[in-house]
């Protein structure tokens, strides 16, 4: 297009100063000019009826195609058919807009807008990594990674957990497999709440799990879900047992593991479980969360508000999350609360580039996250931390009044 404009512009300069040199030509000397004046006159008045159609003579200016006016002066350039006004075709070659691409899923020509029955059927877009495709790869079973939630493109193959999950070979990556694995995590993770001076002193284990596993202890713990959220971590405080992955590995494109079952009691926290097989920021950010409800059991709040309790443990995990796009090794990057306290990053290295944009992709999950008690709990939760100075004890404070406000009011 570039080529086209360039092109067309030493055309257009050319073009001009050519009519502009005819003009000149065609001017008759002045003492002709008034002689031709006086005839012009003269003739006037002396017109016949016998006169030539003037729309032969003088046809209808040309259109231009690109914002539908005359061209009066007689300069136009013809392109695509159409007649333009030399300015109007050079911004239509500007502005041109970009066609969408193929559909990444399948490669396939993306389908266009066509209203059918009141229904719009078009190509789909991910909100995010902006990657389009057809609206029938949502519901034709093509697999779908459990941790960034993009589709699998036909020109790769994603690794099929075995409790039904899709994992993308660059969410494989870094993602964590089994407990031991988690281990130095989970010390992070208690490192990142002594420095916001929440420590928890009280050791429970931290178990990565199937799905399956994670859906009874769910059923066992009796927690309500009934905003159908898909449950990803949590905090046990009865004992149970629990089978847990301790070992793995990939077979093709296939994950075997190994389980352990295993008896978790002991206080009133007595274990966290987490989905195995996730990236290490979201294993991370959801560890945070449910080490927040764990905190808020060892210190005795009970009875919160379902949705600011739900929206406080977001706001940790989106803290937590918050400096690991930037963390270098060994580094502890300074975050300043009410408290002046210090965040730690993580001591696995510099994350690569697919894992800072996976950073952004999960704090943006939890930003506009469309349920009533994450979503709403989180932004409600996080406008009391701002008005609050961002002090957790001040916030904590107001939750706990809120909800006894609440729970008198019902009663």
């Known amino acids: 297009m570039s080529f086209l404009i360039s092109w067309f512009s030493s055309w257009f300069k050319t073009n001009t100063s050519s009519s502009k040199a005819k003009k000149e030509s065609l001017k008759l000397p002045e003492p002709d000019s008034k002689r031709f004046k006086k005839s012009k006159n003269k003739s006037k008045t002396e017109q ?5 159609d003037e729309e032969d003579v ?4 040309s259109l231009c ?16 058919n159409f007649p333009w006004h030399p300015r109007c075709f050079i911004l239509h070659s500007q502005q041109q807009p970009k066609k969408p691409k193929n559909c ?28 389009k495709y057809c609206p029938c790869h949502d519901g034709d079973g093509t697999p779908k990674c459990c941790s960034c939630e993009r589709l699998e493109c ?15 070979r660059e969410c494989m990556e870094c993602a964590i497999m089994d407990t031991v694995e988690c281990h130095d995590l989970h010390l992070e993770i208690r490192e990142f709440f002594e420095s916001i001076h929440m420590k928890i002193d009280k050791e429970f284990p931290l178990l990565l799990v199937e799905k399956q596993a994670l859906n009874k202890a769910e059923k066992e713990e009796k927690i309500d879900n009934h905003y159908g959220m898909v449950t990803r971590g949590i905090c046990l405080s009865e004992v149970q047992i629990v089978i847990s992955v301790t070992n793995w590995q990939r077979m093709g494109s296939t994950v075997e593991i190994a389980r352990k079952s295993q008896k978790v009691k002991g206080s009133y926290v007595t274990a966290i479980l987490i989905l195995y097989g996730l990236p290490r920021f ?14 808020l059991r060892l210190n005795g709040y009970k009875n919160l508000n379902y949705a600011l309790e739900e929206g406080l443990c977001q706001v940790l995990g989106h803290m937590w999350l918050e400096p690991q796009a930037y963390a270098t090794p060994d580094v502890v990057v300074a975050a300043a609360d009410a408290s002046s306290s210090a965040i730690i990053t993580s001591k696995k290295g510099a994350p690569s580039e697919y894992e800072k944009k996976l950073v952004e992709f999960f704090k943006n999950q939890i930003e506009t996250d469309g349920s009533p008690a994450y979503g709403e709990g989180f932004r409600k939760v996080n406008k009391m931390m701002a008005l609050n100075h961002y002090s957790l004890e001040a916030t904590l404070k107001q939750i706990v009044s809120i909800s006894k406000t609440t729970s008198s009011s019902k009663s």
């Open 48 to 52: 016949v009826d016998d006169r030539v």
């Open 58 to 61: 003088n046809p209808p200016p």
């Open 65 to 80: 195609h690109g914002c539908d006016l005359a061209i009066d002066d007689g300069i136009k350039f013809d392109a695509f």
């Open 104 to 131: 990444y899923v399948c490669e396939k020509k993306l389908p266009r807008k066509v209203r059918k029955e009141g229904k719009s059927r078009e190509y789909k877009e991910d909100p995010f990594w902006k990657e």
């Open 154 to 168: 036909h020109r790769t193959k994603y690794v099929n957990l075995e409790d039904g999950r899709w994992l993308c």
């Open 282 to 295: 979201l294993t991370g950010c959801i560890l945070a969360h449910e080490m927040m409800h764990a905190w």
